[in-house]
């Protein structure tokens, strides 16, 4: 079965806000860039695909564009190059390498699981929550800035139920962030 994992950048105070933590740089490019070479596909909501989309979707020329620094190519061509699912009740179609998910999302994410091949990435706010709270997150990795943004989005707010989670991975950034990955604590059969 396909792991499903999530990751995110987040402020100390919660906040995943993709500009509140601190600017990208190589070595935290270089972290995106091994994160989306892991995942088989991609897991979208609308607003995330339509964000990564204006910012790393390969312009028609072949060139990337001259904002990009050197460091942030091998993130963008794997995001370029990743299939996407989108899930979406509104937009009526997709295309850089997308296909839409609708209907009931825990049967749709459930049957992507079910299909041959590596592990599924979701990235965003909005559809994280919904697959936290259907139990379908496999492993989730936050990117801890040391940053308190005192606004934004905040990270899962208003799960409906506490996941508690054992650490499986912690690294450290030269910029002071904090990678920190977990998987949920699985209940023991009775």
């Not at 800035?145 to 450290?172: D, F, N, Q, W, Y």
Request: with cysteine; net charge negative; aromatic share 8%.
């Amino acid at each position: 079965m396909r792991s499903l994992r999530y990751s995110i950048n987040v402020t100390l105070d919660g906040c995943c806000h993709h500009e509140a933590g601190l600017p990208p740089d190589a070595e935290s490019m270089r972290h995106w860039g091994i994160e989306m070479e892991r995942a088989d596909a991609l897991l979208l909501g609308r607003v995330t695909y339509e964000m990564m989309e204006s910012a790393w979707r390969r312009p028609p020329s072949g060139a990337w564009p001259g904002w990009m620094d050197e460091w942030d190519i091998p993130f963008a061509e794997a995001i370029d190059r990743a299939k996407k699912y989108v899930v979406s009740s509104t937009l009526r179609g997709v295309d850089w390498n997308a296909e839409l998910v609708r209907g009931d999302l825990g049967e749709a994410v459930r049957r992507l699981k079910q299909e041959p091949g590596g592990d599924l990435w979701v990235g965003g706010v909005t559809l994280p929550l919904a697959l936290a709270d259907l139990g379908l997150i496999d492993e989730y990795t936050f990117v801890v800035h040391p940053v308190l943004a005192g606004h934004g989005p905040t990270l899962l707010a208003g799960l409906r139920e506490r996941i508690v989670l054992e650490p499986v991975e912690r690294r450290e950034f030269a910029s002071g962030a904090v990678a920190l990955c977990f998987r949920p604590r699985r209940r023991a059969a009775l």
